[in-house]
């Protein structure tokens, strides 16, 4: 059973009584919709204070939708709830992680980038600013995950890099902005992602680091944020053999499970070998990667008896539902468990000041909101001169001006919706206008235009004829739900791809993802931008042109670790 009188709670006997004989006076299914932490439902139909009275959830998660909305929203479910909810939403990069005028103030990777733990902060307090107006009381970030493999489609830019120190310090930067704004922070995802190339959204991935090297590197980052005082950390569908078998030395490979769903990884190596204390709660069960573990109907109760004490979203809420109480009335989930999951729940509510015990536990959402998007915009716009980083200049192209290479071949790669739920925006538009701003003529090459005559008979002198420079830009960005990162030129003969790279100048900038120079190491000058938003872009621009100097430091390693990439 959680202490409450200790870190990260603090509750003193008084405050803990009222959590007892709340609890106590719940109903049986008031308790269990205390374990769910839904998903918003996009559907306007939706009678949001039927839905509240008949699930009773501990919380809610948010994607991006207008403020007003949000706000209205929130005011709804709070005040039909008996018990103030969590309202959560993915503020990893900015306020737009939950309303769609918010501010994109940078990827972690970016903020990493500048080598300044007030850019974390700042992208803490920004986003806890934006968020916290209309009623958001959690974060789903920091992002404490270790970007070992550069394969990894899913960490990449929302890491805050591969160096231990640089993750601990930077994630606890935001925290703090995000604190100041009475926003929970929640890390995330235990037992750490960034060392398979595969999605936990998709397979169930492993994080296959021996337990002396864990206990280095993951577990010295989750040992830090708990020593400081973490309220709540979100658990991966991600294996760690490793710590299994030295907990339990008879376990067969069979028996191996995601932390999810693992009693040995919660109860055992986070609980008890590095003494958490607070709130567990799952990353989204619809994923693959936790639903292959076994049939829904066990896993769902297997979760509570981990040790993890809400589980995220549903694939069917009543089902879901029907599948804890079941489980309880069967007492393969006991009583005494239940309890301590709802008390830790509840107790995070109350030292985190979303339950007020005195005051009948309405949270107050403030009626005006004053979000301050041109500071907000300003504080992007140093992060992004902070951080663009120049890779290499082999042939030392930089900078470029009218007056030397006036004609362009630009060629935008990616820059395409990645999912129903994208946070960012295109680039393509954004640099032709840019450039051409700066007085050069932009020719933007057509994928979908292909003939055979360029394909195949257009030669060297063809292409300077009609151009000095080509300048590729990449926006592949990180998502869920895919398998790679790379760069996939046009299947017709790679028709794309800068096969004349030796004879006309060419530049290579990403805007998504630091490692793209796996994919074209022989390019002569090489940026990292790390975020795609218009902060960024001029920050590119203004680099490029020679207005202002790189100083972006490479948070990972850009080459890959290939000798070629260097050259």
């Avoid at 049986?28 to 139909?45: A, M």
């Avoid at 804890?324 to 729940?345: C, P, Q, Y």
């Avoid at 701003?437 to 003939?451: E, I, K, P, R």
């Amino acid at each position: 059973m959680s202490d409450l009188t200790k870190s990260p709670y603090n509750l003193n006997c008084n405050e803990i009584k009222s959590i007892q004989n709340i609890v106590k006076n719940m109903s049986l299914e008031e308790k269990i919709g205390q374990l769910f932490f839904v998903i918003n439902s996009d559907n306007e139909d939706t009678n949001l204070k039927k839905f509240i009275q008949k699930y009773k959830p501990g919380g809610i998660m948010f994607r991006p939708e207008m403020s007003n909305i949000i706000k209205n929203k929130i005011n709804l479910l709070q005040k039909g709830s008996n018990i103030p909810l969590f309202v959560s939403a993915n503020l990893e990069s900015g306020g737009n992680g939950i309303i769609q005028e918010g501010t994109w103030v940078g990827n972690p990777l970016q903020i990493a980038a500048t080598n300044d733990t007030q850019s974390a902060y700042d992208l803490g307090n920004i986003s806890g600013n934006e968020a916290g107006q209309i009623g958001c009381n959690m974060s789903f970030s920091p992002i404490v995950d270790i970007d070992m493999n550069f394969r990894n489609p899913i960490t990449n830019t929302r890491t805050f890099g591969n160096n231990v120190s640089l993750v601990k310090n930077m994630g606890w930067a935001q925290c703090q902005g995000l604190q100041k704004n009475k926003i929970i922070p929640v890390i995330k995802h235990f037992p750490g992602d960034g060392v398979d190339e595969r999605d936990q959204h998709i397979v169930t991935s492993i994080n296959s680091l021996d337990k002396d090297e864990w206990m280095e590197t993951f577990g010295s980052v989750y040992h830090y944020f708990i020593k400081k005082g973490i309220p709540s950390i979100m658990i991966g569908h991600i294996m760690q053999p490793a710590w299994e078998r030295f907990l339990k030395p008879t376990i067969k490979d069979e028996e191996l499970m995601p932390a999810s769903v693992s009693e040995l990884l919660i109860n055992g190596l986070l609980r008890e070998k590095l003494g958490f204390n607070g709130l567990a709660i799952t990353d989204a069960t619809p994923m693959i990667g936790y639903n292959v573990s076994l049939s829904r109907k066990l896993l769902l109760p297997k979760t509570i008896n981990a040790g993890i004490d809400m589980i995220l979203f549903n694939k069917n809420i009543d089902e879901d539902y029907s599948y804890i109480f079941d489980a309880v009335k069967l007492g393969i989930i006991s009583t005494e468990r239940l309890n301590e999951a709802v008390t830790r729940i509840l107790g995070t509510k109350v030292s985190q000041n979303i339950m007020d015990l005195e005051k009948e536990f309405i949270q107050y959402i403030p009626n005006e909101t004053n979000f301050k998007f041109k500071e907000h915009k300003r504080i992007a716009q140093k992060i992004a001169d902070q951080s663009i980083t120049l890779v290499k200049d082999r042939d030392q192209l930089l900078p470029i001006s009218p007056s030397k290479t006036p004609r362009i071949r630009l060629v935008v790669l990616g820059d395409k919706d990645t999912g129903g739920f994208k946070e960012g925006g295109k680039v393509t538009n954004k640099f032709i206008k840019g450039l051409k701003s700066y007085g050069f003529d932009v020719h933007l090459y057509n994928q979908n235009a292909l003939d055979f005559h360029e394909v195949f008979n257009e030669g060297v002198s063809d292409l300077k004829n009609k151009f000095d420079l080509a300048i590729y830009i990449a926006n592949i960005e990180t998502a869920s739900n895919q398998t790679t990162t790379r760069l996939d030129w046009v299947h017709l003969m790679a028709a794309d791809a800068p096969w004349y790279l030796r004879d006309i100048p060419t530049i290579f900038i990403s805007m998504a993802n630091p490692y793209h120079l796996f994919d074209i190491p022989s390019v002569s000058t090489y940026i990292n931008a790390y975020t795609g938003n218009n902060e960024s872009i001029k920050a590119v621009l203004k680099k490029i042109t020679g207005q202002e100097k790189f100083v972006g430091q490479s948070p990972v390693d850009p080459f890959c670790g290939e000798l070629m990439a260097r050259l």
